[in-house]
T-cell receptor
């Protein structure tokens, strides 16, 4: 059975700190996709990134970076120099094989304080 | 371009009543989805449709039905609402079944 774990329920940081959100996806599938979504206090879900299981290159987009390690099934998300606007719940959501059924983790609530 | 619209924004419904949540996308995406999000939890897939005319069951399909008569619309029907269906419902779409999903603003449903 597939299982996605976001072990950090809540994280609180002060503005400008770097913060890493962890995600572990346990699966027997050899090919899969992983997504990160952001849900700010307003409630909408915002797509952040999609990665393929065969691509372990780190990706950087502005203050966001993603580190995917297939050997440990981890797909971590780092925000550099956090800002108050980064305060949100962040969801890791893998999907496996030919299925488009996202499996959402429970989410990590990030609070960035001024 | 609106993206994905959902209606109503919120609704209070008496148990036993029938309710249809509407979802329309203008991106010509092939795949559409319905999720529910309960307080403090991640989203769970209710039903999905990979293309017009086809639907499939997700993780929590019981008590819900969907139809996909055309590309743009994907209504979700609760035939006889129960209090456990109190939740926020999100509709989403993706270009294909392997692409990122884009979400609507959600419908907050309370069943009393």
């Amino acid at each position: 059975a597939q299982k996605v774990t976001q072990a950090q329920t809540e994280i609180s940081v002060v503005e400008k700190e770097d913060v890493t959100l962890d995600c572990v996806y346990e699966t027997r599938d050899t090919t899969y996709y992983l997504f990160w979504y952001k849900q700010p206090p307003s409630g909408e879900l915002v797509f952040l990134i999609r990665r393929n299981s065969f691509d372990e290159q780190n990706e950087i987009s502005g203050r966001y970076s993603w580190n995917f390690q297939k050997s440990t099934s981890s797909f971590n998300f780092t925000i550099t120099a956090s800002q108050v606007v980064d305060s949100a719940v962040y969801f890791c959501a893998p999907v496996s094989g030919g299925y488009n059924k996202l499996i959402f983790g429970a989410g990590t609530r990030l609070a960035v304080h001024p | 371009i609106a993206g994905i619209t959902q209606a109503p924004t919120s609704q209070i419904l008496a148990a036993g009543r029938r309710m249809t949540l509407r979802c329309t996308q203008d991106m010509r995406h092939n795949a559409m989805y319905w999720y529910r999000q309960d307080l403090g939890l991640g989203l769970r897939l209710i039903h999905y449709s990979n293309t017009a005319g086809t639907t499939g069951k997700g993780e929590v399909p019981d008590g819900y039905s969907v139809s996909r008569a055309n590309t743009d619309d994907f209504p979700l029907t609760l035939a006889s609402a129960v209090p456990s269906q109190t939740s926020v419902y999100f509709c989403a779409s993706s270009a294909t079944d392997r692409d990122e999903q884009y979400f609507g603003p959600g419908t907050r449903l309370t069943v009393t």
